[in-house]
């Protein structure tokens, strides 16, 4: 094998151009398809980064009509302690903190965790330890656990986590106990956690409606996950016994879903449809490959055949034929790894919405295994296809056939060609399905008007800005002395900006004991509505009368209009925020209710691809410290302005140290970003099946052109009798055409049948 492995890479060296042509053709296959498993090995294929973390389960209720992955408390407790088949169960908040001292403070990631959240887990901190029990209680010591990244940022190389050292955060010291391990991800935070703080889940109250408790919990050493679940539901009808206040009728109750699944979603689906495209352009790059070697093979009948003659048995010049095409492939598969590594860094550079485990995304041994065993099987399907003639055709006839090429050879090459179309066909036509949603979203009305329309956000919340009173000071402050700047427009502040979700804020109708349901809240200054472009439908907008004292006034949009008034005006009625049945959620909030003075125009305000929420607007001078402290955030503010976003960020950089020196610099960008990347998936996807399909294209263009220079070169002495004998030179032309293009039109047919069936796959993943 060592022999002829040599004397094939010696036939390879003599024709050099066919080597670089067919090992770049299938490098390029080998290293698109490998970049994209690096993203489906990280994301999708392995993506709870726990030790044994296919036994790690999500818990969500279930309403019927949506689930949600955040529980109450006495939801949390009740299957805590009754649940035999989940053996450890665990809950977090994540936060965002200050760190340092004023004037020097910086912003952490951070989490707060229940008891056995590093049990569910199956980690513990690397040096150091883990909490103690007494230190999960309310008002226990303060201790912390940071990354190793947070301790090389603040406190250089040298451990020391005996808790001599501390940090300070929130104006509070907390020493450091424990690091955790290098590679520690927690799936539900965007950013990587920096520091990990105890917490408990407090004492269960029946009346308590706040879903602030996500859970997870491990498996026990003998449960299933169909275990699990059977014992989940036989417990949901005694949780409505127990807290008929929590479990209505009609809800389904508790139901457990995989943590893998949940984490990935819909990531998971349009990976896959990604994988699957590249995997056509790869073989579609064997096909061309498989081609050429063919043709290559048809070239040499005559010197196989001599071998055959001098003794060399089928498999023996079979054997010949592999050799050639291992060497090429192993070639690619080198150049294909190079190509990967890239296209991989380029992939996660580029996607639009952060890819869960973005960091874990690397060409690594699976992935590297992965090349291999594609560049192997690349090469046996190019080495059978060029051993085709010889096995087929009869290595003795050969000596006379010259190149003259036979109906199963001219057969082999006509399916090649009509594969290579059928796939390409698939590939484009789902690359229009794509363009065509994606199209669709970018006609949909977001309700405001993007264009001139500029955010900005502070990173953190200083001390000092505890209370909504002087949230507010510190928004109209900055308000007052950015419209004095010149070439600025409008500019307005508000809790949240479009896109970005509110405050899930349950709500109820004053004079009507049932309970509202849950709407949007969201906060605003006066000339929000006229900065973003968003018509007043009915009723008049905030004014400078809306001021704490005054009469309570709201603002909603026409759904949460429609929803609760369908046969009447909204102008005049009175909502109850936080009140569920006759108990408000929040005392200070109790009152005469507050009053609905407008009703302005839906707003797309989370996504294009959900339905409108209720949404219910409040002016930013009247709300209580319960909004200051549910969202610890400063407010943000949007600007209509012409002016390029360095003067804005000048601007408003200036005004906010005007207003408090010590606060940090503004994040400035244009709101129309915002808008657009909420399309990135479907622009991101279509892009890269586009792309593909493009691809697949050009080479099936090249695969026919190969087909019919060989058929041509073939039936020269046809084609030379046929014109001797009175065919025009456009006879001859139209016979070739059409004899090219049959296997086309064979291909196109295959492959919109393909797409055909494929459809309704991309139609589930893009309207996800």
Request: aromatic share 8%; charged share 20%.
């Amino acid at each position: 094998m060592l022999d002829d492995f040599r004397y094939s890479v010696r036939a390879l060296r003599r024709t050099p151009g066919f080597t670089v042509v067919a090992a770049l053709v299938l490098a390029l296959g080998i290293g698109a398809t490998s970049a994209i498993f690096s993203v489906l090995s990280a994301v999708v294929l392995r993506p709870v980064p726990f030790p044994d973390g296919q036994r790690v389960v999500n818990l969500a209720w279930n309403y019927g009509a949506y689930a949600s992955p955040y529980l109450t408390a006495a939801r949390f407790s009740y299957w805590q302690e009754r649940t035999r088949s989940l053996g450890t169960f665990a809950s977090w908040r994540p936060f965002f903190g200050r760190v340092g001292e004023v004037g020097e403070i910086t912003g952490a990631q951070g989490l707060r965790v229940t008891a056995g959240f590093f049990g569910v887990l199956g980690m513990s901190p690397t040096v150091g330890r883990a909490f103690a029990e007494d230190e999960y209680r309310p008002g226990g010591p303060r201790v912390a656990v940071v990354s190793p990244g947070f301790w090389r940022e603040h406190f250089g190389e040298q451990v020391d986590v005996s808790g001599r050292v501390s940090i300070r955060l929130e104006e509070e010291a907390y020493p450091i106990i424990g690091l955790l391990p290098e590679d520690f991800a927690f799936p539900y935070v965007p950013e990587p956690v920096e520091i990990i703080l105890p917490t408990e889940v407090p004492p269960v109250d029946p009346d308590d409606h706040g879903e602030n408790w996500p859970a997870i919990a491990r498996l026990g050493e003998d449960y299933t996950m169909s275990d699990a679940r059977t014992e989940v539901a036989s417990l949901n009808a005694g949780f409505g016994v127990t807290y008929p206040q929590q479990a209505a009728e009609a809800e389904p109750g508790m139901m457990l879903e995989s943590f893998a699944e949940l984490y990935v979603g819909q990531t998971a689906s349009a990976i896959w449809i990604l994988m699957g495209a590249v995997m056509a352009v790869l073989l579609i790059t064997c096909a061309n490959v498989g081609n050429l070697f063919l043709v290559r093979a048809l070239r040499r009948r005559g010197e196989m055949a001599l071998c055959a003659a001098l003794g060399a048995t089928k498999s023996r010049i079979v054997r010949l034929g592999m050799a050639e095409a291992v060497a090429v492939a192993s070639a690619a598969g080198v150049v294909g790894i190079a190509l990967a590594v890239w296209g991989a860094n380029v992939l996660v550079a580029l996607a639009p919405v952060r890819l869960p485990l973005a960091g874990a995304i690397t060409v690594d041994w699976r992935v590297a295994a992965f090349t291999i065993a594609i560049s192997l099987t690349a090469a046996v399907v190019v080495s059978l296809v060029a051993a085709w003639p010889g096995v087929r055709g009869g290595l003795w006839r050969a000596l006379g056939q010259g190149f003259r090429t036979t109906s199963g050879q001219r057969r082999l090459q006509e399916a090649l060609v009509s594969g290579q179309t059928a796939l390409s066909t698939i590939l484009l036509v789902a690359a229009g399905l794509l363009f065509t949603t994606w199209s669709n979203l970018r006609q949909v009305d977001p309700g405001f008007d993007p264009e001139a329309l500029v955010a900005v956000k502070l990173p953190i919340r200083p001390p000092n800005y505890d209370t909504s009173e002087q949230l507010d000071e510190f928004a109209q402050g900055v308000i007052e002395r950015v419209r004095a700047s010149e070439g600025i427009n409008l500019v307005a502040g508000a809790s949240s900006l479009p896109f970005e979700r509110g405050l899930n804020f349950p709500v109820s109708i004053a004079g009507r004991d049932e309970f509202g349901g849950s709407v949007e809240l969201r906060t605003v200054t006066r000339g929000y509505f006229r900065t973003l472009g968003v018509p007043l439908v009915r009723g008049r907008s905030f004014t400078p009368a809306d001021v704490r004292g005054a009469v309570p006034v709201a603002i909603v949009n026409e759904t949460f209009a429609r929803s609760y008034f369908p046969d009447g005006d909204a102008i005049g009625q009175r909502i109850d925020p936080g009140r569920i049945g006759n108990e408000y959620r929040f005392p200070s909030l109790e009152g005469p209710g507050v009053l609905i003075v407008g009703v302005a125009s839906d707003v797309q305000d989370v996504s294009f691809r959900t339905e409108v929420r209720r949404t219910m607007y409040l002016p930013h001078a009247q709300v209580g410290d319960y909004i200051a402290n549910i969202r610890p955030t400063m407010p943000v503010f949007v600007v209509r302005s012409t002016l390029p976003v360095d003067r804005l960020e000048r601007a408003f950089g200036q005004a906010t140290r005007i207003v408090d020196p010590a606060l940090p610099g503004p994040d400035v960008f244009p709101l129309s970003e915002t808008v657009a990347e909420t399309m990135a998936r479907e622009r991101f996807g279509t892009l890269l099946v586009a792309l593909f399909g493009a691809l697949s294209l050009i080479l099936t263009a090249v695969g026919v052109y190969a087909v019919l220079a060989q058929t041509v070169r073939s039936r020269r002495r046809e084609i030379g009798i046929r014109m001797a004998v009175g065919a025009s030179a456009d006879q001859v032309l139209r016979l070739s055409v059409v004899r090219g293009l049959l296997p086309v039109a064979v291909g196109v047919g295959i492959g919109l049948a393909g797409a055909m069936a494929l459809s309704g796959l991309l139609e589930a993943s893009s309207g996800a």
